[in-house]
């Protein structure tokens, strides 16, 4: 009886692996190159971490934004999620809020300002770049926070390996009336930035919780 439940149970796991390799395919075929290795780990999701730091070529006097943004994605199709926590910023009564985007080089070597435009793949008018995440309004110096993007962790349009950036300014989401706020929403200059990578699912499961019990607690 044991020797038969044994069996039955490896049975099951080769079902699921078949089954899952059967849906790697079909990714692979849907966004035109292979899925990571870690799509199987995950059961078919992906996660990334983007580690937030002060650009190099920071001005005296602005704001030292520490933090990470944090990222899921359960399928190709599936919207990709994003956890946001930043810190640095002044406690002040009317606090400015702040533009993020995802901009097209996961470059830093010269800060924050050799990672390039916004990510633009479409070629189309800000604020409808895939990394136009909009402006976030800080609470006691910190932002956190859970948003959707359009963005995504799969296929030839992914966002691994691109920076994320945090800006100076209030994004004008494209309303501004000139050539730059078609650009990037004149959102002034860069605090902080990080370059997207690979994560596990470890450390969005521990933020994912913290931040619910705060939303809680409030």
């Known amino acids: 009886m044991i020797e038969l439940e044994l069996w039955l149970l490896r049975m099951l796991g080769l079902a699921v692996l078949v089954l899952l390799a059967g849906y790697q395919q079909c990714v ?37 934004v520490y933090g990470h943004a944090l990222f899921k994605q359960d399928h190709p ?17 009317d606090p400015v809020p702040r533009a993020l985007h995802i901009h097209q080089y996961g470059d830093l070597s010269r800060g924050c300002d050799s990672t390039g435009g916004h990510y633009n793949p479409h070629d189309v008018h800000h604020p409808n770049h895939p990394g136009d995440f909009g402006n976030f309004i800080p609470e006691q110096g910190k932002i956190s926070t859970m948003i959707e993007s359009d963005a995504t962790l799969f296929g030839p349009l992914s966002v691994f390996g691109r920076a994320v ?13 000139d050539a730059g706020s078609l650009l990037h929403g004149n959102a002034g200059r860069r605090l902080g930035c990080c370059i997207i990578g690979t994560s596990s699912p470890n450390l969005w499961n521990t933020q994912q919780k913290q931040l619910a019990r705060r939303l809680r607690s409030k």
């Not at 035109?32 to 730091?53: D, T």
């Not at 950036?165 to 009336?177: A, K, W």
């Open 28 to 64: 692979s075929a849907t966004t035109g190159s292979l899925a990571p290795p870690e799509f199987l780990q995950h059961n078919g999701s992906l996660y990334a971490v983007c580690k937030m730091r002060p650009s190099t070529f920071l001005p005296d006097g602005l704001p030292k």
């Open 77 to 93: 199709q599936g919207k990709l999620k994003m956890l946001i926590r930043f810190s640095g910023f002044p406690t002040e009564s």
């Open 165 to 177: 950036v945090i800006h100076e300014q209030v994004d004008d989401l494209g309303r501004g009336g």
